[in-house]
């Protein structure tokens, strides 16, 4: 369903319930970068109506994520501390060339919007599905059907203000190139790296 041409490493898993502390600090940060990307794409294509109501329902969302990470946080008495740079995120943006036209930009910064939350899709299935901590399974399989739902709305959008040939090209690019970024990625406690 997601479309991904690579799949985690099932070793992730491993390396994220060992350090399920830094895993929640890391999926925190992630909570308030999507709630961020929401506000961006509201404050940059302010004339796409459909956008603008969606995102600021998404801006609701992802904060309310934040929320249940960071009280999760604070019961097992840790800070959420600074951000790290994302390895994932950071090499992802590199694809597509800078510029271009308006349209170009958002089908760009939507696609990439997309397959960020597919990723995270995935990597909440799999430890919804490994973890041993039955309340945490519990809460990444709850956060997993909202990931896929945040794919295709971004999916659904760029193939709405494209040319729908043109997105599905980029689209397999991107997740082609992806693919071999994720070759090298899975060996940290981060929620995509």
Known sequence: MLGLKLPTDPRWVNIAEKNIDEILIDHAHCELKAASTANSLIMSFPEYSDLVTEMVSLVKEEMSHFKMVHERLLKRGIKLGQDRKDEYVNSLLKFFPKGGSRTTQLLHRLLYAALIEARSCERFRLLSENIKDKELAKFYRDLMASEANHYTLFLNFARN???????????????????????????????HG
């Open 161 to 191: 203000f494209g040319d729908r040939k043109e997105v599905d090209k980029k689209w397999n690019e991107l997740l082609e190139f992806e693919a071999e970024l994720m070759k090298n990625l899975g060996t940290k406690e981060t929620i």
